[in-house]
Each structure stands twice: as structure tokens, then as C-alpha cells.
């Protein structure tokens, strides 16, 4: 039984016209529910990941400064969010699904937080809709635990995890593979692990075969205890922001690959949502509610 994680109800004020959907964590969680999918006792609430796991990632300066709204106008620029107490709440019970959701998975094989993927989020700023980076976190959490030595980190966000790549840059503990569009945002990448630049237009056959051919070397490169997976609906042919070509099924197909690969060698998986920033926001949910509905199979 898929046990999932959800910070939907934890929303925050936006205004009119602003491009992230926020709206979407409560729509994909009201139509997994309604479908039958999943029970409501099987969405946790998340809580609120606490400042001791913070801190093993993220400077004390920054996490004080957004806490306490002292945070710059420079900083919310680059962040893409205006500051509010909401907005604070929201970012903790993100990061505390994520952390569920890997502890989980270690348990039973897989689990899955209906938001997170923050990675373009650094040790010192936020940027790019990303508050704190909760992959990072989840991973200082379960090391700090002793629960895991190493990660592997499957990036599939038509952006580049930058945050990520830095917070891991020269730790052989988290292998960080990222495929993404190479002439879209972050126009300055950080190396990872692996990192595939894709072409614009790129569609299901071409980006399919690529991450078949990708998956075997990152597992053994890898030699994880667990996998992150960001299954980003921002690949989508009908997102505003992605600039491939990717169809509803070529995306299923591609979390049934992530998912089988990490099944054969009996890997577990945690799932965050990552990005997605479709024309209509239905296009969005539906990709997300497919990821959800594909890794269910393997619970």
C-alpha cells in the first residue's frame, strides 16, 4: 500500500498573475483521493522538519533571516516568492514530507511526497521557487541517523538541480544525475555525477532511450542505500517553462523506467513531485497524478 505525504493544506498567499501553481499540491491530492486511488489514511500530514536538520545543510544566517522575514528584497527576488509567515510554515512541512517519505521508503520499499524537489535551492539563498533544498535535507537526516551511507539523486525536472549539485559537490556519498533541458534555466549549471543536456523539442523516443541507456551507469556508479526521485511534469510538450516535447504516456513510461530500474536491484525509492508549470494547470496534475498511479504499482 503506497503511503504518501502531503503539505497541501500548508498554502500561502501569491499574487494575481504569479506564475508558480500552487494550487496544484491540493489538486493532485483531491483527485488521487477521489479516483480511489489511495485512502485518506494512507496521505500523511507532514510536519515540519525542525532546525537541527536544517542546519546540517543550510547557513544559520539564512534560515534565520527567512524564518524572521528579514530576508532581503534581493533574496525574495531571486527566491520568486514573496515572504510570508504562510509561506514559512509551507516550506517546513515540504521538507518534512520528503524526510517521511525517505524513511519510509527504506522501510517498505518505496513512498512518495506529493511536493518537494526544491533544488535550486543553496546552503545560503533560495531561488528559483525553492525555499530549502529538501533532498538535501532528507539525506543529512537519514546519514545523521545512520540509516543510510550513501544516495543516489535521479533528477528528471527539465531543470537542472544547481542547488543540489553544489550542496554535493566533492561527496562521494550522494551520486547526483540530473537530465534537463541544456539551454534552459539555470543558464549557469554546476556539475553533478552525471549530468545529460537535452536538446529543445526533445521528445518521447529520443529522451526515453537516453535515460535507458543512463539508468545502469548511475546505479552501479552509484552504490546507493536509497534513491531520490524528482519526477518533474515540466518535460511536458504543453509546459510554459519546459521546452521539450514529451507526451502524458512518454512521461509515465519514463517514472515506469526510473521505477523498474530500482526495483531489479531491490533499491528503495523515494518520490518528490519537482516542477511543473503547465499552460493549464490541468496538464500539470494529470502528469503528477500519472507518477503517483505508476509508483503505486510498486508499493
Known amino acids: 500500500m503506497l503511503a504518501l505525504w502531503s503539505s497541501a493544506k500548508y498554502t500561502f498567499p501569491l499574487p494575481d498573475g504569479h506564475r508558480f501553481p500552487v494550487a496544484k499540491y491540493g489538486m493532485i491530492r483531491d483527485q488521487l483521493l477521489g479516483s480511489g486511488l489511495v485512502s485518506t489514511s494512507q496521505i500523511g500530514d ?11 545543510v543550510h547557513d544559520r544566517e539564512y534560515i534565520e533571516s527567512f524564518r524572521n522575514g528579514a530576508i532581503t528584497s534581493a533574496a525574495i527576488r531571486r527566491m520568486g516568492f514573496p515572504w510570508s509567515t504562510d509561506l514559512v510554515e509551507r516550506s517546513l512541512r515540504a521538507l518534512g514530507g520528503t524526510v517521511a517519505a525517505a524513511r519510509h521508503a527504506l522501510e517498505q520499499g518505496v513512498a512518495m511526497n506529493l511536493a518537494g524537489g526544491t533544488h535550486h535551492s ?36 527539465v531543470h537542472q538541480g544547481n542547488g543540489t549539485h553544489a550542496i554535493f559537490s566533492n561527496d562521494s556519498s550522494a551520486y547526483t544525475f540530473s537530465m534537463h533541458g541544456g539551454r534552459n534555466y539555470p543558464f549557469r549549471k554546476v556539475p553533478g555525477s552525471l549530468d545529460i543536456d537535452l536538446d529543445d523539442a526533445t521528445g518521447d523516443a529520443e529522451y526515453l532511450s537516453i535515460l535507458s541507456a543512463a539508468l545502469p551507469r548511475v546505479i552501479r556508479e552509484a552504490r546507493a542505500d536509497l534513491v531520490f526521485y524528482l519526477a518533474g511534469a515540466d518535460p511536458h510538450e ?11 504516456d512518454g512521461l509515465r513510461r519514463r517514472d515506469m523506467m526510473v521505477m523498474e530500474a530500482c526495483r531489479d536491484v531491490g533499491l528503495p525509492v523515494a518520490v518528490t513531485i519537482a516542477g511543473g508549470y503547465g499552460r493549464d494547470i490541468v496538464d500539470t496534475v494529470r502528469v503528477h497524478v500519472g507518477t503517483a498511479e505508476v509508483v503505486n504499482e510498486f508499493a
Open 46 to 56: 507532514a510536519s515540519a522538519a525542525t532546525d537541527e536538520m536544517l542546519l546540517r
Open 238 to 248: 504543453n509546459d510554459k517553462l519546459g521546452r521539450l516535447s514529451m507526451t502524458f
Open 122 to 157: 543553496f546552503p545560503s539563498h533560495g531561488e528559483g521557487f525553492c525555499v530549502f533544498n529538501d533532498v538535501a535535507v532528507a539525506t543529512r537526516a537519514l546519514q545523521a541517523e545512520g540509516l543510510v551511507k550513501r544516495v543516489a539523486i535521479v533528477d528528471l525536472d
